[in-house]
């Protein structure tokens, strides 16, 4: 299945600022606003590629159920969602589609830039717009309170273990860590099986070092980025800095707990997940199914931890947003898509008994997309909860550490110029863990000069 992390990995490979500093959009490819019949038409993007025929056809089947549903909207769907090789072009060439798919690391740029569409006056007749976490509406408003897109998904960071090398290291899979020191003593532990074992991974490379980096900034209390008056500036090369980078450095280097392989990316630390060689490693929930799927892991043999040092995690995700000259009859037609597919409580529970029918994994801390991942407060959130244990499919009680330690931490989004801050993280990353004698006073120094110069650039 294709989820927000794998998805993920497309845009933390992009150049820096990659569909991000392109000229304002043009009109949006359907420039006539009416589809036959006096029907409005609108162009979606999202639609899964006919090799993923198990998601494309669920799309499919949406597009005709919300068709039927509301006969007087045409949707026009399309491949793709953040395409690093058409974004750009897309968006200086006018073929933007009407709805259009985000990270949750693009709305600021693209609100600075008036590249989508104000809905500050249609939000209001969005069912349950008011129920959506206040955190993630937050990235799509911008500082006069304007909205201009809604979150569909989220992810939360967090450790995920491996069962059965903690048993068998003498370890509770039950309890796992809660604090770094304990993250070091369980890797020890785990690493003295022997066989090639590993006790923790971390990433390095295709900016996927640097989103780590601020995971554990988050975990300890920092910040990566902070707003100095009217302009954002770095904020790691301090104490809790330091305290990342040295911690990482003394398990790589004096607890020798993280493998003599460096320069990792995510599919590295699942493939030693899946193998069994490894112990723990920092990811989000849907980490968990390609382990099964692509690795020929167990699920049973897995968990997952709120993310350790009780201060704060890092969360992310997606989203829509509609083109700056779409219509305010397509605006209209778009939200009404955006809530029916991707924020529908009402379709939560034959979405889920359906993908349980199915075999898809249910039960883990996030959702099918059409479920809505994890975006809710309140009595939805409480109802989705209870929707996933009824139809589980996987062990519930492996995640009950994540789901019950998530509530206590700071939920943090991911800083403004995200990918360029990432790039320059990566080096810290790669200094302190391909390095025994590296100077982590140097990496956090070059690394600001950098991240500052793409600070620079937020509007």
Known sequence: MSTPIQRRSLALVLAAGLGLAATACGTSADSGGSGGGGKVAITVNGQPPKTQPFERKIFDQ???????????????????????????????????????????????????????????????????YDELQPELKKIFTDDNNKVYGLPTANYSMGLLYNRKLFSQAGLDPNTPPTTWDEV?????????????????????????????????????????????????????????????????????????????????????????????????????????????????????????????????????GEGYMLNPKATPEKIKAGLTWIQ????????????????????????????????????????LADTQKSLREKYATVPVENYKPFVDGLTELKKNIEPPNAQQVYAALDNVMQGVLTNKDANIDQLLSAAETKVNTALSQVK
Not at 215 to 222: A, F, I, P
């Open 62 to 128: 949406d597009v005709a159920a919300f068709e039927k549903d509301h006969p007087d909207i045409d949707i026009q769907p399309r491949e793709g969602f953040m395409d690093p090789k058409t974004f750009n072009s897309k968006l200086a060439g006018g073929q933007l589609e009407d709805v259009f798919y985000v990270y949750l690391t693009d709305p600021a740029n693209l609100i600075a830039r008036h590249q989508a569409a104000d809905i500050t006056n249609y939000v209001k007749d969005v069912p349950h």
């Open 184 to 316: 070091r003593t369980a890797a020890k532990k785990i690493t003295a099986l022997g066989k090639n074992t590993i006790g923790l991974a971390e990433l390095s490379k295709n900016n996927q070092g640097g989103w780590h980096f601020a995971t554990w900034m988050y975990s300890m209390g920092g910040q990566v980025a902070k707003k100095d008056g009217s302009k954002w500036v770095a904020d790691f090369n301090n104490d809790k800095g330091r305290e990342v980078a040295k911690t990482l450095h003394d398990m790589r280097w004096t607890d020798n707990t993280m493998g003599q392989k460096q320069l990792l990316v995510f599919e590295d630390a699942q493939r030693m997940f899946g193998a069994g060689q490894l112990g723990m490693f920092v990811g989000a929930p849907d980490n968990i199914p390609p382990l099964v799927n692509q690795f020929k892991g167990d699920y049973a043999d897995y968990g997952l931890a709120a993310l350790p040092g009780g201060n704060g995690t890092l969360i992310g």
């Open 340 to 379: 029916w597919k991707y924020l529908n409580p009402d379709r939560m529970e034959s979405t889920l008994k359906s993908y349980a029918d199915q075999g898809q994994p249910i039960g883990l801390p996030t959702a099918p997309p059409n479920a809505a991942a994890d975006v809710w407060v309140g009595a």
